[in-house]
């Protein structure tokens, strides 16, 4: 065993380095807790820097329960209320980090997602909060009210853990199960994690139409079930993907279909019947085109539609072909995993944990945070909102 030093017996052991670890840790160091943090990789706050094309949407102005996934929908409710996106937009005018809504109260930085990584690093150094990379954790156990937490940078005895090691998303930035093997370990439940706002894949129809409109985009009403997201779908080689395919990925479930309606809000059929009745002498790929891209018109109309001119079609084949754009179904086969996931929906179940504090009601000194736990927000700021409202109920409870 290492050399064992004061901090190897903080009062809390934050394990990993994400938005919900660091903010947490923030939290309790700012109330006078010594607190570690132990990140298994090179550098914490690795998903931050990716996110938001390099901007983080680090928040959204409609935040609001009902914006998550959760087996227990009412779970996110009392964090969400303690901690707003006021209080982020406080942080970040306390560190002069210029910020912008892009869209749907979606709010990115203006310069840099590193602003947010190198503003929560300055917040832990004020907190006295002392962080440790590359350091891997092997082993949590509890024998009366202490933890033994078994590292490559020795053994710890604090008195609080909080468990803030994220999902599966990402493996190659640092993913692991190992909030879920603590879970089971204190036999806490955890619900089947899943990729979550992530492209899904299809078969191809057998004359590959769908492939030759790889990297269209155009807005969209995508839905499955009840749900349904009005924002840009995009087609790629493999299926779909783009704003309003990521956010139905997150419901979609095996064997459901997806509905697109190309032209949302807007009644093609009675459109393109006008076009009939003015004697419009275009074919069906031009009369399609002025409201869609034009691949995409000349691909629906190639799908058994007649060519000739508008003014000579029957009115049930208009229907049809507007059916065609308005009501398309999808039957995915599939995700393109966690290694495309943006988030992962199931984990730690919410039953198991006091939704004040987030700690683990079997377990005192035990808490779980963030993406860990079975909490999926929509595309949009809200799953890092998430994080920092989670990582802060915990810190003030620590
Ligand atoms: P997170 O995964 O961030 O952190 C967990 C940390 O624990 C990691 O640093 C990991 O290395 C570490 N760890 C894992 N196992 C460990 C172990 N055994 N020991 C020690 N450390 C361990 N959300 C949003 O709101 N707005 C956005 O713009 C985006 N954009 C975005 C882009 C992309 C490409 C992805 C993949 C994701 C997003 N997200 C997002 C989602 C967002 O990144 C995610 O919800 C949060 O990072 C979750 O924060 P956590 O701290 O819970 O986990």
């Known amino acids: ?37 132990v990140e298994h990789g090179p550098e914490v706050g690795r998903k931050i820097l990716i996110s938001g094309g390099g901007r983080c949407n680090f928040t959204n102005t409609e935040m609001r329960a009902d914006r998550f996934l959760s087996a227990n929908r009412h779970f996110v409710k009392s964090a969400l209320s303690r901690y707003k996106p006021e209080d982020f937009l406080a942080l970040l005018a ?47 156990s509890r024998s009366g009210d202490a933890f033994r937490v078994e590292s490559s940078a020795g053994e710890f005895q604090p008195k609080v853990v909080i468990l803030a090691s994220g999902g599966l998303s990402i493996p190659k930035l640092g993913a692991s199960s190992f909030a879920y093997d603590v879970a089971r370990q204190f036999d806490v439940p955890v619900i089947k994690p899943e990729p979550a706002l992530v492209p899904l894949v299809f078969d191809q129809p057998q004359d590959g139409w769908l492939k030759t409109l790889a990297g269209v985009s155009l807005p969209v009403r995508v839905s499955c079930g009840k749900i349904a997201f009005d924002e840009a779908l995009l087609f790629t080689h493999r299926g779909l993907s783009g704003p309003a395919l990521l956010q139905i990925s997150s419901y979609w479930q095996a064997g459901q279909a997806v509905k697109v309606d190309m032209l949302p809000g807007q009644d093609l059929a009675a459109l393109l019947m006008k076009l009939k009745k003015a004697g419009s002498k275009a074919k069906a790929p031009a009369a ?47 995700t393109e995993g966690f290694a495309k ?58």
């Not at 190897?8 to 700012?30: C, S």
């Not at 079609?313 to 599939?334: C, E, H, S, V």
């Not at 198991?352 to 808490?367: D, K, Y």
């Open 1 to 37: 065993m290492k050399h064992q030093t004061a901090w190897h017996a903080p009062d809390v052991l934050v394990i990993g380095g994400g938005a919900a670890g660091l903010m947490a840790a923030i939290t309790a160091g700012q109330r006078g807790c010594s607190v570690v943090v």
């Open 94 to 140: 306390k560190h002069s980090i210029a910020w912008h809504e892009k869209k749907l109260g979606q709010l990115f930085c203006d310069h840099s997602a590193r602003d947010i990584v190198s503003m929560l690093l300055a917040e832990c150094a004020a907190a006295g909060v002392r962080i440790l990379t590359d350091t891997r954790i092997r082993h949590v």
């Open 341 to 398: 996931a943006e988030v992962t929906r199931g984990g730690v179940d919410t039953r198991g944990l006091s939704s004040r504090t987030m700690q683990v009601e079997a377990v005192p000194g035990l808490f779980m945070v963030g993406e860990a736990v079975d909490v999926t927000g929509w595309l949009g700021g809200y799953n890092f909102h998430w994080a920092w409202a989670s990582g802060h109920a915990a810190g003030e409870a620590a």
């Open 288 to 334: 399609l085109a002025r409201w869609l891209p034009q691949r995409l018109a000349a691909a629906l109309a190639a799908q058994k539609a007649s060519d000739r001119p508008m003014a000579e079609w029957a009115d049930k084949d208009i229907q049809a072909l507007a059916q065609r754009a308005q009501n398309m179904q999808f039957y995915p086969t599939g």
